[in-house]
T-cell receptor
Framework: KAGVTQTPRYLIKTRGQQVTLSCSPI?????VSWYQQTPGQGLQFLFE???????NKGNFPGRFSGRQFSNSRSEMNVSTLELGDSALYLC????????????FGPGTRLTVL | AQSVTQLDSQVPVFEEAPVELRCNYS??????LFWYVQYPNQGLQLLLK??????LVESINGFEAEFNKSQTSFHLRKPSVHISDTAEYFC???????????FGTGTRLQVFP
């Protein structure tokens, strides 16, 4: 099976812009979670989608949003970018049960100038 | 709420020496426990997990971790490390009712020849 894919792998934006990141889960997986990884804050949970519905949400401002499509692919959007949004954004997919292993993609590295 | 503490940010060790990476957690609800590994410029890979049953869990590459409920710990051990084990290791917990992973700050294992 193909693994989790994330596009683009690298992105450079300027403050105030918005960005959309994409994640394609492993075939058959219905749950997609997003995480932000920074040197200062480490790995932080953003949100999780299951069957096109947001099932869990972390403590991030409303500028961070996401959605999931009927084929389980997910997108994450960040509006009004700030310098502090520079990070590695990781997507993970799982079958949907809480005991299922989450498989991570390689991440999208976002740099905000 | 849950939190994870990885007591050592860096652990230097010589090849073939034993190693222990420490992880303690705090949670008001029952959790599942995980160790993930991140090799340079790659995403996270699951190393091992504890869901229930035997408190000692093993990975295919010689790592093991023991769940200690009284000490709320899930330390990772390997009796003899290899150069290829050089990576960052993350301990994580997940509340049993959700897919949300809460990560520690990571331990960078550096194996020297």
């Amino acid at each position: 099976k193909a693994g989790v894919t994330q596009t683009p792998r690298y992105l450079i934006k300027t403050r105030g812009q918005q960005v959309t990141l994409s994640c394609s889960p492993i075939s058959g997986h219905r749950s997609v979670s997003w995480y932000q990884q920074t040197p200062g804050q480490g790995l932080q949970f953003l949100f999780e989608y299951f069957s096109e519905t947001q099932r869990n949400k972390g403590n991030f401002p409303g500028r961070f949003s996401g959605r999931q499509f009927s084929n389980s692919r997910s997108e994450m959007n960040v509006s009004t970018l700030e310098l502090g949004d520079s990070a590695l954004y990781l997507c993970a997919s799982a079958g949907g049960s809480v005991t299922d292993t989450q498989y991570f993609g390689p991440g999208t590295r976002l740099t905000v100038l | 709420a849950q939190s994870v503490t990885q007591l050592d940010s860096q652990v230097p060790v010589f090849e073939e020496a034993p190693v222990e990476l420490r992880c303690n957690y705090s949670s008001s609800v029952s959790v599942y426990l995980f160790w993930y590994v991140q090799y340079p410029n790659q995403g996270l890979q699951l190393l091992l997990k504890y869901l229930s049953g035997s408190t000692l869990v093993e990975s295919i590459n010689g790592f093991e971790a023991e769940f200690n409920k009284s000490q709320t710990s899930f330390h990772l051990r390997k009796p003899s490390v290899h150069i290829s084990d050089t990576a960052e290791y993350f301990c994580a917990v997940s509340p049993r009712a959700t897919d949300k992973l809460i990560f520690g700050t990571g331990t960078r294992l550096q194996v020297f020849p």
